[in-house]
């Protein structure tokens, strides 16, 4: 009788602590985001554009750009279940250039997009700590067209221009503040009026394809 009880309770002892280990160890399961409060971040990424040139005087000179651009943004969420509802301002400063021989091929006729920015809604679903978008807006830009013919003689003018943009991205959160996220953006600025070549008029169409990749920090 007497080893029987020892046995019970050495297999007693032997158990327990396995089981007390088992319940005060903590669950492994993610923690799952949220998403709402206001933010500030910044950006890095790349642009294309393409431009429809057209002197008021007959002939184009339609070309395409390329650059970098990089910049800041700041906006608000507010989360419902898993939708997530939010608004997003930010501005980049942009490398995006391109240029191509004018009608007269003395001259090369340039176009350059000094900043882009936007002010757009964005509306969301949340997969606990990724959070899927589509976002569109006004977007604004400040633009040069310029021609030159290598030696001294040129024309140029700088503006800023409206349009509208729209785009999606994907934002991860790796914590209960900071996130990175991937956006492409689609920007269309329409048709404005710009003067080169010392005073002839052109039409220009701006249109631009940007994809960047950036960090929010949520307060």
Not at 66 to 93: H, K, P
Not at 151 to 173: F, L, R
Request: proline share 3%.
């Amino acid at each position: 009788m007497i080893k029987q009880v020892v046995s019970a309770l050495m297999l007693a002892a032997m158990v327990s602590p396995a089981a007390a280990a088992d319940v005060s160890a903590p669950l492994d399961i993610p923690a799952s985001s949220d998403w709402s409060g206001f933010y500030i971040g910044g950006h890095l990424g790349g642009g294309k554009s393409i431009i429809d040139w057209t002197y008021d005087l007959g002939g184009t000179a339609d070309h395409e750009g390329d650059g970098v651009l990089g910049g800041a943004q700041a906006g608000y969420n507010f989360q419902s279940g898993a939708w997530v509802f939010g608004a997003e301002a930010d501005i980049s400063a942009s490398g995006i250039e391109g240029d191509t021989d004018c009608p007269n091929p003395a001259f090369t006729c340039s176009s350059d997009a000094q900043w882009l920015s936007t002010v757009r809604a964005r509306i969301g679903y949340s997969f606990d700590n990724l959070l899927v978008y589509g976002t569109g807006g006004l977007g604004i830009g400040r633009f040069e067209m310029s021609t030159n013919n290598g030696a001294g003689v040129s024309g140029s003018t700088t503006k800023t221009d409206t349009g509208w943009v729209a785009g999606a991205g994907v934002e991860y959160a790796f914590s209960p503040r900071w996130s990175v996220k991937a956006e492409y953006m689609y920007y269309d600025f329409g048709s404005s009026s710009y003067e080169v070549d010392g005073g002839l008029g052109v039409d220009v169409d701006q249109r631009f394809h940007t994809g960047k990749i950036g960090v929010n920090f949520k307060f």
